[in-house]
């Protein structure tokens, strides 16, 4: 059994997916269900996953599949989801033709702090989709929300989505995930100095952080970056 916004979501993914042939972004699902954030629209949609109603598609953007409906959805009455409108324009004169982007949907691992350093992060929190491009070489890859402003002049805002390489290793001026004690994840840049290790933010209000290289893992390497606005 559905909640009403289970029901809504899915409804509302039924009838633009009908529509546009794609389903709709998750702004778009945030908007037409009058949610505030789209952490709301990341639990709805695990749901219906769980509920065997949709399935996420590996290796797309808006990979979302409807594998089923409810009986109730036919009988609910008085729901109209909220079809955006308008949202389809002609492209500019001279405008770049469309090209098909390679894209891979990464695990967020939650928020990783470029401040002060936060508990380890060890669960998935949601997926997002990036350009196959933006993944350097091979090894695994996730991605984790930025929190803080110490690497601003590294150009990495409070809110912006990094994308990191697992590896254990790092070389000199590494923007790097950083596990510091077994217990605190920061996001600094790497300097070796002998036997010890040098976390300096890109941010002149924070200082470096110095320790003992045994207190200090290596998570991953920063290898890309997505933008929020």
Do not use: C, W
């Amino acid at each position: 059994m559905l909640t009403r916004k289970q029901l809504e979501l899915l409804t509302f993914i039924k009838t633009r997916t009908e529509a546009d042939g794609v389903p709709p972004s998750f702004d778009e699902m945030k908007e037409a269900l009058d949610l505030r954030s789209k952490s709301g629209i990341h639990r709805l949609i695990t749901a219906l996953e769980e509920r065997g109603f949709i399935r996420r598609l590996a290796h797309r953007a808006r990979a979302l599949e409807i594998i089923k409906l409810p009986e109730a959805m036919e009988k609910a009455a008085g729901f109209a989801p909220k079809v955006i409108k308008g949202d389809k324009v002609d492209p500019p004169r001279d405008a770049m033709p469309v090209t098909t982007v390679h894209a891979l949907e990464l695990p967020v691992m939650g928020r990783i702090a470029a401040g002060v350093p936060i508990e380890a992060i060890s669960e998935v929190s949601h997926h997002v989709a990036v350009p196959g491009s933006m993944l350097s070489g091979r090894g695994n890859h996730y991605a984790l929300e930025v929190k803080g402003d110490s690497m601003i002049e590294a150009g990495i805002n409070d809110g912006d989505i990094v994308v990191i390489r697992e590896q254990d290793t790092a070389e000199n001026g590494d923007i790097i995930v950083a596990l510091v004690e077994d217990h605190e994840a920061t996001l600094k840049r790497f300097r070796r100095r002998g036997g010890m290790i040098a976390l300096e933010a890109a941010n002149p209000a924070y200082e470096t952080r110095v320790f003992p290289d045994y207190l200090v893992k290596v998570q991953g390497r920063l290898v890309g970056l997505i933008r929020s606005y």
